[in-house]
């Protein structure tokens, strides 16, 4: 059993990081008999799953739907995991339409720039 500085530490994430995991129902700890927050130590590789997840982007509703499928070290996770990927596409597919839009916008930003430019020139 560790306390959550321990756990912070191991996992690489800071404590308010643990207790907003705690928050979103993403993780639980036990309390020790002072009321600590304890954790055992398969708890290391699920917070690291979490903040992986959420670094990639996506949200802690998303990370929640499947964090049974997390932090397991199991090399076959459970059928219902194969879903995770349809959210990563799923996100996937979202941020490429938004990288198309804003490329737009910068085309037509670049356009008037240049535009201007070439009016102020003469």
């Known amino acids: 059993m560790m306390r959550i ?3 912070a530490r191991c996992a690489g994430v800071s404590t308010r990081a643990l207790r907003y995991y705690e928050e979103q129902g993403l993780i639980s700890a036990a309390r020790d008999h002072n009321g600590y927050r ?11 799953d979490i903040a992986r997840l959420l670094h990639a982007g996506l949200s802690s509703e998303d990370v929640l739907r499947f964090v049974h499928c997390l932090g397991t070290g199991d090399p076959e ?3 219902d995991c194969v879903a995770l ?4 596409s799923e ?3 979202a ?3 938004r990288i198309a839009a804003l490329t ?5 930003l670049a356009a008037e720039t240049d535009r201007l430019a070439k009016i102020l020139e003469d």
Do not use: N, Q
């Open 77 to 79: 996770p459970p059928k």
């Open 91 to 93: 996100r996937l597919g």
């Open 104 to 108: 737009e916008t910068r085309g037509r």
């Open 85 to 88: 990927l349809r959210t990563f």
């Open 38 to 48: 304890v954790y055992d130590s398969d708890a290391v590789l699920l917070v690291r």
């Open 95 to 97: 941020l490429d339409e």
């Open 5 to 7: 500085g321990e756990l």
